[in-house]
């Protein structure tokens, strides 16, 4: 049972949560990033304008950048509501893909080889 977000009742205990953060609306951090992305603000004043935390801002901006794969932050100003689109529908990257110490033709190579010898050695 939840009484409110901060305090939840489970059986016969109640449990209160230690910290009481304040929670940012996710349009307003949204608007906050593109702002800062498209260079209309700062920061610090995007922050300060919208009253959120600059570090909250700061990740929220790494988010962002990482998800739509930002090379450069400039707002070129040709983009279509198609390109969007497309790059919200861009998977994410993986920490999988970072530590693969071959590439995936060497793997498809190396499962043949052991394929074929455990073959030999079994008959």
Known sequence: LILNRSILK?????????????EIDKKILEEAVKNVISQRMSIRLSASTYTIPKSTLFDAIKIYKKRH???NIEDSGNET???DDD?????????YASRQVFSATEEAELEKYLKESSKIFMD
Do not use: H, L, M, W
């Not at 489970?10 to 304040?22: D, H, L, N």
């Not at 790059?87 to 993986?94: A, F, H, K, L, R």
């Open 10 to 22: 489970y059986g016969s205990k109640i449990y209160q949560k230690r910290s009481q953060r304040p």
């Open 69 to 71: 794969r930002f090379n």
């Open 87 to 95: 790059v919200e529908n861009q998977p994410t990257s993986s920490k």
């Open 81 to 83: 509501a198609d390109d």
